[in-house]
């Protein structure tokens, strides 16, 4: 498994979160089948991907999100990245109803990074099991 690009349904706060884990090309070719060629230029040039980018969380004009690692996360390093970026999308997703982050809001923001935690690990897990069969 070299690349996973799947959708998390945030039902509660109206969010969908597209999770991208492959090549900057490999998430230029997904952006174009969703949006066609003029938003996917639009939304790249956004996210203001460069060579030193370890990953990337963007806010769409929608209200979704796209959280961008351009390596299925197995090293600490590619972990710890994506911790990283589950905190930014949990924090667009907390801003999007004005929720800020301060000590009375921490039990929502910590339920959500686990919620989407354990979404991107389902994730991980059925896209590996797919790869052994």
């Known amino acids: 498994m070299d690349k996973v690009n799947k959708i998390i349904n945030i039902g509660i706060y109206n ?3 597209m999770v991208h884990f492959g090549s900057y090309d490999y998430l230029k070719e ?3 089948s969703r949006f066609g060629l003029e938003d996917t230029l639009s939304i790249l040039g956004g996210m ?3 060579s030193n980018i370890l990953g990337r969380t963007v806010l769409l004009s929608t209200g979704n999100i796209i959280l961008w690692i351009p390596n299925v ?7 710890g990245t994506l911790a990283h970026e589950i905190y930014h999308a949990a924090c667009e997703i907390m ?3 004005d ?8 039990e929502a923001y910590a339920y959500l990074i686990g919620y989407i935690t354990s979404k991107i690990e389902e994730i991980l ?7 052994v069969q």
């Open 15 to 17: 969010t969908d979160i």
């Open 30 to 32: 997904e952006l174009i």
């Open 48 to 50: 203001n991907i460069n």
């Open 73 to 79: 996360p197995k090293t600490n390093k590619d972990k």
């Open 95 to 97: 801003n999007k109803i």
């Open 99 to 106: 929720v800020p982050p301060c000590s009375e809001n921490e």
């Open 125 to 131: 897990t059925s896209s590996c099991a797919d790869d």
